[in-house]
């Protein structure tokens, strides 16, 4: 049993080890999409707003619920003092001891507690939604950055791929000079073009580099010089031209987060009101009590049957006769204080009843939370408003935006595919020793100008693209 258990714990820790993203693995957009939902600091900020919000709203349920609360004091009083026990003078030290609950439950206060919930129910409902537009605009940022990586790297193997053809060309080149087939100045062209490409070769190299890095510090990863990305092997959009403006309106309008916490907010502002003007109302409330009390004065008789004389004290006289006088016998008897528990027990009271209270006049008070209230609500309504309008122009340009991505890529596919036949063309002829080296390189450069134009184009097609899938509720990955 115990190897079972062993080799069983190991396997799940193989497993658990497999799946686990380690610093050189490459990272797909998804899984810094995943990353960056749990570890990203307005992510996080905003979770405790939420978690905040869960809190009032718990708290605003819980006034539901009766109060009790307890009390208790002790103390030792010397000189002349009151005694709790007989509420009389002493000349003496006391000592004192009281215990008290108190319990309470609203019955009715103008139904403020029933808005109070609804109105931070829809706070909640509100933060949660705030949660998922942090979300969201962290996964744009993410993705900006991600396909900025992409593009680097394309860029990066676009300048490696013209500096091997250029070498090739010095190599060639330098054997047709030393054997006179031509002349010097053709080999001195290319070297330059090969150091310039060099040169761009590094450029490209840092440009990716840190694009990694920024993506890397975006996701506060520890070691970001360690990070990597997965190379996207299809930049096909999914998208059509016919995407149009009022459709993507539409569909955002009814998924997008931002739109639904305005809505909530709203409702939120109503709530709050109609708990505002509860405070007109009166309120009912329900209460109890109990106490009980110790005091060291409070002492009884060990033993009635044996008093001790200890004289006679006069308190008058016969008829007014000063000869005869009338006493007293002055008895004590052995007492001792009863015990605290037993007091406790014999003290003990308790009460119920009933509170009404009525509000007239209050500072104005009342009439200031309601006008606030309605302002609240006033505001709520405009927000969901501009929030409706920003989107609304977000979309818009959205739109416009992929549009002009795409006719770029088609005018940059045209492009590449004349500087692609006018290349092949001067290469041949430069071969031939029918072309100077100069008007080759010239070819040779607007073609790599165009590649590297193309592949622009094509990310930012994609990135358009992928918006306009944020907008229409699709997820935002890359295949």
């Not at 053809?165 to 070297?191: C, M, P």
């Not at 309106?249 to 109609?274: D, F």
């Not at 009439?367 to 309504?381: C, E, G, V, W, Y």
């Amino acid at each position: 049993m115990i190897k079972r258990i062993f080799w069983g714990g190991l396997l799940g820790l193989m497993v658990l080890q497999a799946n686990a993203q380690t610093p050189n693995e490459p990272w797909t957009l998804e899984q810094c999409i995943r990353h960056a939902n749990k570890s990203n600091l307005s992510v996080l900020q905003t979770a405790a707003q939420l978690d905040n919000a869960a809190a009032d709203l718990l708290q605003s349920r819980m006034n539901r619920v009766p109060t009790l609360n307890a009390n208790s004091s002790l103390g030792v009083n010397s000189g002349r003092v009151i005694d709790p026990f007989t509420n009389t003078f002493e000349e003496r030290s006391i000592e004192s001891n009281q215990i008290g609950a108190q319990a309470g439950v609203p019955l009715f206060s103008g139904l403020q507690i029933h808005n109070t919930i609804k109105a931070n129910k829809m706070a909640f409902m509100a933060s949660q939604q705030d949660l998922e537009v942090t979300r969201n605009n962290i996964a744009l940022s993410i993705s900006n950055l991600y396909l900025q990586a992409l593009l680097a790297q394309q860029l990066l193997e676009v300048a490696e791929s013209q500096l091997d053809i250029t070498q090739t060309q010095v190599a060639r080149t330098e054997k047709l000079v030393n054997a006179g087939a031509l002349s010097l100045d053709n080999l001195l062209n290319l070297k330059a073009q090969m150091g310039n490409e060099e040169l761009s070769v590094i450029n490209a190299r840092n440009n990716y580099i840190n694009s990694l890095i920024n993506l890397a510090l975006l996701l506060q990863l520890p070691e970001p010089e360690k990070f990597s990305i997965v190379k996207v092997t299809r930049l096909d959009p999914g998208l059509q031209l016919d995407a149009d403006i009022q459709g993507v309106y539409s569909s955002a309008e009814s998924n997008q987060p931002q739109v639904r916490a305005s809505e909530l907010r709203m409702e939120q502002a109503r709530y709050s009101l109609a708990a505002a003007k509860g405070a007109r109302s009166p309120r009912l409330t329900a209460f109890a009590n109990m106490s009980t009390v110790y005091a060291s004065t409070n002492q009884r008789i060990t033993n009635p049957n044996s008093p001790i004389f200890t004289g006679e004290t006069p308190i008058g006289y016969v008829q007014g006769d000063i000869t005869q006088v009338v006493v007293r016998p002055n008895l004590s008897f052995d007492t001792e204080v009863v015990p605290r528990f037993t007091q406790f027990n014999n003290n003990f009271g308790y009460g119920v009843g009933l509170s009404l209270s009525v509000p007239i006049l209050n500072n104005w008070q009342v009439n200031t939370q309601i006008r606030r209230a309605k302002n609240s609500m006033i505001l709520a309504d405009l927000q969901y408003q501009s929030t409706k309008n920003q989107l609304f122009t977000d979309v818009a340009r959205a739109v416009t935006d992929y549009k002009a991505a795409w006719s770029r890529v088609q005018a940059n596919e045209r492009n590449i595919e004349a500087q692609r036949a006018s290349f092949t063309f001067s290469e041949a002829r430069f071969n031939q020793g029918l072309l100077n080296a100069i008007d080759y390189l010239n070819t040779k450069n607007r073609l790599q100008i165009a590649e590297a134009n193309l592949l622009q184009a094509k990310y930012e097609l994609l990135f358009r693209a992928k918006i306009l899938d944020f907008y229409l509720g699709k997820p935002i990955i890359l295949e």
